[in-house]
T-cell receptor, first 115, second 109 residues
Framework: GAVVSQHPSRVICKSGTSVKIECRSL??????MFWYRQFPKQSLMLMAT?????????EQGVEKDKFLINHASLTLSTLTVTSAHPEDSSFYIC???????????FGEGSRLTVL | SQQGEEDPQALSIQEGENATMNCSYK?????LQWYRQNSGRGLVHLIL?????REKHSGRLRVTLDTSKKSSSLLITASRAADTASYFC?????????FGAGTRLTVKP
């Protein structure tokens, strides 16, 4: 099946710094990628939908200036958490859509801890 | 936002018993998928059922879909301790996937 790689898998940073998370589709081109956030013992919440070459579409309540999403190529989307605060600590998961399959393929997730 | 609800929120059974989890959703779908997630780990795709299908099997897994009731169920037969995990349903519609709240399954050896 299609493989999505996410990096880094874990990151610890100080409050106020910015953190970038990469999501790559390794063996297919993904015109659309999705970013989810998952707090402990909760479900995945869609943050934004990222389309290659255009601006991301953010879900209600997600600050676009805080969570910068760039989808510059058909195999790479990045999520940058700017000026991170402890409340941003969470598990961030990306997924990529394989055109025509009706399926999304998920990365392994990135656990962000903001001290 | 989330698509729907799952019940039960938590389920504890003995090894060898069957586990049934239910998922309800609100909008029309292209397909519905079930995922497993071990604590602190990524998602494992279990099974996909399309909107025109009513039942699907994969090993010890059986999934049903009732589009008239906007509900789905996941049955795990002959459960094992290794099945202990959180299980999520996710609805897919026009390149948009939303997750249910999840069921935390504990299988006691």
């Amino acid at each position: 099946g299609a493989v999505v790689s996410q990096h880094p898998s874990r990151v610890i940073c100080k409050s106020g710094t910015s953190v970038k998370i990469e999501c790559r589709s390794l063996d297919f081109q993904a015109t659309t990628m999705f970013w989810y956030r998952q707090f402990p013992k909760q479900s995945l919440m869609l943050m934004a939908t990222s389309n290659e070459g255009s601006k991301a579409t953010y879900e209600q309540g997600v600050e676009k200036d805080k969570f910068l999403i760039n989808h510059a190529s058909l195999t790479l989307s990045t999520l940058t958490v700017t000026s991170a605060h402890p409340e941003d600590s969470s598990f961030y998961i990306c997924s990529a859509s394989l055109a025509g399959s009706g399926e999304l393929f998920f990365g392994e997730g990135s656990r962000l801890t903001v001290l | 936002s989330q698509q729907g609800e799952e019940d039960p929120q938590a389920l504890s059974i003995q090894e060898g018993e069957n586990a049934t989890m239910n998922c309800s959703y609100k909008t029309s779908i292209n397909n519905l998928q079930w995922y497993r997630q071990n604590s602190g780990r990524g998602l494992v795709h279990l099974i996909l059922i399309r909107s025109n299908e009513r039942e699907k099997h994969s090993g010890r897994l059986r999934v049903t879909l009732d589009t008239s009731k906007k509900s789905s169920s996941l049955l795990i037969t002959a459960s094992r301790a290794a099945d202990t995990a959180s299980y999520f349903c996710a609805t897919y519609n026009n390149n948009d996937m939303r997750f249910g709240a999840g069921t935390r399954l504990t299988v006691k050896p």
